[in-house]
């Protein structure tokens, strides 16, 4: 563990190489990482680019000692706060607060954390408190897009219950198919599709009550103890994303397209993103447009100094955002380090210091990430075909996230990827068929 601040001869020399290859103030020496980051994210990155500055990790005193271990593993220092007291946040970080160069946040779940610990760190470049709301808040999301431009967005209402005036309006104003989504839930939970209003009613009501106890979980954060729930018309057409960095002026830089396929399409009844893949087959015309779609969904949230995701679906009428976030989407470090040499990592610390990003965009390969879901709910009972499908060439790494005896669900009911599996190749062919191995070879076995 290394202190915040020492007169060291080592440490001098760290400081130099900081403003030797930041330009920042040479004392500045610490990029603090609010909530929890994936130790496996931070040690690979290390290794590849040996960073000359102190990495601080700000995490909640609520997060298990597992964690916090796995944690300090990594990090020069973990400092632990309570992120419902302003007091304690301002407290934790009041030592070193002003050798931060550079702040930062990986957590889709825990941005909340972020937004708390801005306004306690001035003297750095970040997003503003109300962007990082409009961009994490589906609900707010929605609004703030239509304002700008509708025509980047699909049809939504609001609603807060199930009644059937709801529904009616719901009908009327949207149609069939939709889809549900919970405001301020991360990734696919609760997200459901309805095709007719049996599935609306019982969907709504079902959505409501989990939503009810999300809010009471987390009330310091939901200030209004009534849940808002967005409904959406259900796109029809290919999924796509892309992740980029905005700079304080507004400049935008987007990165390559990656294509998704959800578990929709392999026979889930589920909304989650089953495998994304980059070089995409977008022609350089379609790419433009998706870009400038990219663009105006970013200034309309009034996104600067940070990373951004972003998912889209091309649609008959145009390129339509699906979701906006603020910070590098899942998997995006493998996948364009992978097949173009762009650092997500580097460039995110990088616009954070006002500095310009490093793209290249020059293919090196094919790159495919995999969340493999067991097909029912229940107990893991076996795993077969593990072994064969690390031996496959195309793998890269499988990370196991649920073994044996744990119990598993489908995303939209809170569940989570019993594998991660990245793959790359130089030949489009082969990766393609080493995802097919993995489909046949691995199989989950549940009771």
Same mark, same amino acid.
């Given at each position: 563990?290394?202190?915040?601040?020492?007169?060291?001869?080592?440490?001098?020399?760290?400081?130099?190489?900081?403003?030797?290859?930041?330009?920042?103030?040479?004392?500045?020496?610490?990029?603090?990482?609010?909530?929890?980051?994936?130790?496996?994210?931070?040690?690979?990155?290390?290794?590849?680019?040996?960073?000359?500055?102190?990495?601080?990790?700000?995490?909640?005193?609520?997060?298990?000692?597992?964690?916090?271990?796995?944690?300090?593993?990594?990090?020069?220092?973990?400092?632990?706060?309570?992120?419902?007291?302003?007091?304690?946040?301002?407290?934790?970080?009041?030592?070193?607060?002003?050798?931060?160069?550079?702040?930062?946040?990986?957590?889709?779940?825990?941005?909340?954390?972020?937004?708390?610990?801005?306004?306690?760190?001035?003297?750095?470049?970040?997003?503003?408190?109300?962007?990082?709301?409009?961009?994490?808040?589906?609900?707010?999301?929605?609004?703030?897009?239509?304002?700008?431009?509708?025509?980047?967005?699909?049809?939504?209402?609001?609603?807060?219950?199930?009644?059937?005036?709801?529904?009616?309006?719901?009908?009327?104003?949207?149609?069939?198919?939709?889809?549900?989504?919970?405001?301020?839930?991360?990734?696919?939970?609760?997200?459901?599709?309805?095709?007719?209003?049996?599935?609306?009613?019982?969907?709504?009501?079902?959505?409501?009550?989990?939503?009810?106890?999300?809010?009471?979980?987390?009330?310091?954060?939901?200030?209004?103890?009534?849940?808002?729930?967005?409904?959406?018309?259900?796109?029809?057409?290919?999924?796509?994303?892309?992740?980029?960095?905005?700079?304080?002026?507004?400049?935008?830089?987007?990165?390559?397209?990656?294509?998704?396929?959800?578990?929709?399409?392999?026979?889930?009844?589920?909304?989650?993103?089953?495998?994304?893949?980059?070089?995409?087959?977008?022609?350089?015309? +379609?790419?433009?447009?998706?870009? !400038?779609?990219?663009?105006? =969904?970013? /200034?309309? $949230?009034?996104?600067? %100094?940070?990373?951004?995701?972003?998912?889209?679906?091309?649609?008959?009428?145009?390129?339509?955002?699906?979701?906006?976030?603020?910070?590098?989407?899942?998997?995006?470090?493998?996948?364009?380090?992978?097949?173009?040499?762009?650092?997500?990592?580097?460039?995110?610390?990088?616009?954070?210091?006002?500095?310009?990003?490093?793209?290249?965009?020059?293919?090196?390969?094919?790159?495919?990430?995999?969340?493999?879901?067991?097909?029912?709910?229940?107990?893991?009972?076996?795993?077969?075909?593990?072994?064969?499908?690390?031996?496959?060439? +195309?793998?890269?790494?499988?990370? !196991?996230?649920?073994?044996? =005896?744990? /119990?598993? $669900?489908?995303?939209? %009911?809170?569940?989570?990827?019993?594998?991660?599996?990245?793959?790359?190749?130089?030949?489009?062919?082969?990766?393609?068929?080493?995802?097919?191995?993995?489909?046949?070879?691995?199989?989950?076995?549940?009771?």
């Amino acid at each position: 563990m290394v202190s915040a601040k020492t007169n060291s001869k080592s440490d001098a020399n760290r400081d130099r190489g900081i403003g030797e290859k930041y330009g920042n103030n040479r004392r500045k020496k610490i990029v603090l990482f609010v909530g929890p980051v994936p130790a496996e994210v931070i040690r690979k990155w290390k290794e590849q680019e040996q960073p000359k500055f102190l990495l601080y990790n700000l995490q909640s005193k609520k997060q298990s000692k597992e964690e916090i271990e796995e944690a300090r593993e990594v990090f020069d220092k973990v400092i632990l706060c309570a992120f419902s007291s302003e007091d304690s946040i301002a407290s934790a970080i009041l030592e070193f607060r002003d050798d931060i160069i550079a702040i930062t946040s990986r957590s889709e779940e825990k941005m909340w954390y972020f937004k708390r610990t801005i306004p306690h760190v001035p003297y750095v470049l970040s997003p503003t408190e109300k962007s990082l709301l409009w961009a994490t808040d589906k609900i707010e999301m929605r609004k703030r897009m239509a304002v700008y431009d509708s025509k980047i967005i699909p049809k939504f209402a609001v609603v807060q219950d199930a009644d059937e005036k709801t529904i009616e309006v719901i009908e009327k104003n949207i149609g069939y198919p939709l889809m549900v989504k919970p405001s301020g839930l991360s990734a696919s939970m609760l997200v459901t599709n309805c095709y007719h209003r049996d599935e609306l009613e019982k969907t709504l009501s079902a959505v409501f009550k989990r939503a009810n106890i999300f809010h009471r979980l987390y009330k310091e954060f939901y200030k209004d103890d009534t849940p808002q729930v967005l409904v959406e018309e259900l796109m029809e057409g290919e999924m796509y994303s892309v992740d980029g960095v905005v700079d304080g002026t507004g400049e935008c830089y987007v990165y390559p397209s990656v294509h998704i396929k959800t578990g929709k399409q392999i026979g889930f009844d589920d909304y989650f993103g089953y495998q994304q893949m980059t070089p995409t087959l977008l022609k350089q015309e +379609s790419f433009d447009a998706l870009e !400038q779609v990219a663009i105006k =969904g970013v /200034k309309a $949230l009034g996104l600067r %100094n940070t990373h951004f995701h972003i998912e889209f679906i091309r649609t008959e009428e145009g390129w339509k955002i699906i979701e906006i976030a603020p910070r590098i989407g899942g998997f995006r470090q493998d996948l364009y380090k992978l097949s173009y040499g762009i650092d997500c990592t580097t460039n995110d610390i990088r616009i954070r210091m006002g500095l310009k990003p490093k793209i290249l965009k020059s293919k090196k390969g094919y790159t495919a990430a995999l969340k493999i879901f067991a097909k029912r709910e229940g107990v893991i009972k076996s795993i077969k075909g593990l072994k064969k499908v690390k031996e496959l060439a +195309s793998v890269v790494s499988v990370t !196991q996230k649920q073994t044996n =005896g744990d /119990k598993v $669900l489908f995303a939209k %009911n809170g569940g989570r990827a019993v594998f991660v599996i990245i793959l790359h190749n130089k030949d489009r062919s082969e990766l393609l068929a080493d995802i097919r191995r993995v489909e046949q070879e691995l199989e989950i076995v549940v009771e």
